[in-house]
T-cell receptor
Framework: AAGVIQSPRHLIKEKRETATLKCYPI?????VYWYQQGPGQDPQFLIS???????DKGSIPDRFSAQQFSDYHSELNMSSLELGDSALYFC????????????FGPGTRLTVT | AQSVSQHNHHVILSEAASLELGCNYS??????LFWYVQYPGQHLQLLLK??????LVKGIKGFEAEFIKSKFSFNLRKPSVQWSDTAEYFC??????????FGAGTRLFVKA
């Protein structure tokens, strides 16, 4: 069965650079969620999109932005990167009209040096 | 504010021991409840979920959880753990608005 795809899987950036993370949801899933998981921490909700519109917002820094495109894939744009942004970024998808069970992708490990 | 509390941050068990991980949430309305597992170096996977109906739900790999509405709890259980159950376990609550709140996680280490 198709799963959530995230790219890249690993990313190394320097401070003050920008990064773009991509998420491709499971086919026919219309909702995408982004989470940040720091070392030894629980996933922190960043932002979610339903039918290409922002549906909820969590602890996402102003330096970050995200959007969902017409094909339902989503991109998380991160600017002015800081050392503290180093984390595992998970994307999850769900079918918002059926259940809110989220299927998680493998994550993108971002390292800021 | 809505929150999810997991009672233990670290649990160490020997193989064949029984497991119970506590989870309490603070929200008075209708909730959807989940337990996710994260094996070392891997992403979150769904263990089991509760939406409605029988409060005792069974998931994969022999795990089960009981929803007790009066106690706002959704504890995870397994009668006999295996070394391969070593992982981090997250309780999560969906209360609406496309946001799921995760607990801080419980790291389980099973000694062979």
């Amino acid at each position: 069965a198709a799963g959530v795809i995230q790219s890249p899987r690993h990313l190394i950036k320097e401070k003050r650079e920008t990064a773009t993370l991509k998420c491709y949801p499971i086919p026919r899933h219309d909702t995408v969620y982004w989470y940040q998981q720091g070392p030894g921490q629980d996933p922190q909700f960043l932002i979610s999109f339903y039918e290409k519109m922002q549906s909820d917002k969590g602890s996402i820094p102003d330096r970050f932005s995200a959007q969902q495109f017409s094909d339902y894939h989503s991109e998380l744009n991160m600017s002015s990167l800081e050392l503290g942004d180093s984390a595992l970024y998970f994307c999850a998808s769900s079918s918002g009209t059926i259940s809110y069970e989220q299927y998680f992708g493998p994550g993108t490990r971002l390292t800021v040096t | 504010a809505q929150s999810v509390s997991q009672h233990n941050h670290h649990v160490i068990l020997s193989e064949a021991a029984s497991l119970e991980l506590g989870c309490n949430y603070s929200y008075g309305g209708t909730v959807n409840l989940f337990w996710y597992v994260q094996y070392p170096g891997q992403h979150l996977q769904l263990l089991l979920k509760y939406f409605s109906g029988d409060p005792l739900v069974k998931g994969i790999k022999g795990f089960e959880a009981e929803f007790i509405k009066s106690k706002f709890s959704f504890n995870l259980r397994k009668p006999s753990v295996q070394w391969s159950d070593t992982a981090e376990y997250f309780c999560a609550v969906y209360t609406g608005g496309f946001k799921t709140i995760f607990g801080a996680g419980t790291r389980l280490f099973v000694k062979a």
